[in-house]
């Protein structure tokens, strides 16, 4: 898997996703079934460091289509310095492409 890390270029659509969206690379875990469970993440911080982020508290999991792409949306908490951060992961499935939706 790439290390695509950066901004997303590309504006939502109508019903599309809002908020600050940006490339996350993420390790996860696929059962036999084919269900992805996000188990750690890595995202560059304003300062151009790699920060992972490996406690992470899915709370539910959606498949949607945006603009004809089918992707899987995982609502979650994240721990971050001790804090925890509500953020959105969208897995876009034909693309094997993670990014991270900050609300």
């Known amino acids: ?3 695509g890390i950066g901004m997303n270029s590309r504006g939502a ?9 940006r490339e996350i690379a993420c390790e996860c875990w696929f059962t036999s079934t084919g269900k992805a469970t996000p188990l750690m993440l890595k995202i560059q911080d304003e300062d151009g460091e790699i920060q992972t982020i490996r406690e992470i508290i899915v709370h539910s999991q959606e498949k949607k289509t945006y603009a004809g792409v089918p992707s899987i949306e995982y609502d979650c908490t994240l721990a971050l310095h001790g804090r925890g951060i509500r953020a959105w992961l969208i897995y876009y499935q034909a693309e094997s492409r993670w990014v991270i939706n900050f609300r």
Not at 13 to 21: N, S
């Open 1 to 3: 898997m790439a290390f």
């Open 13 to 21: 659509d109508a019903g599309g996703v809002r908020g600050i969206q």
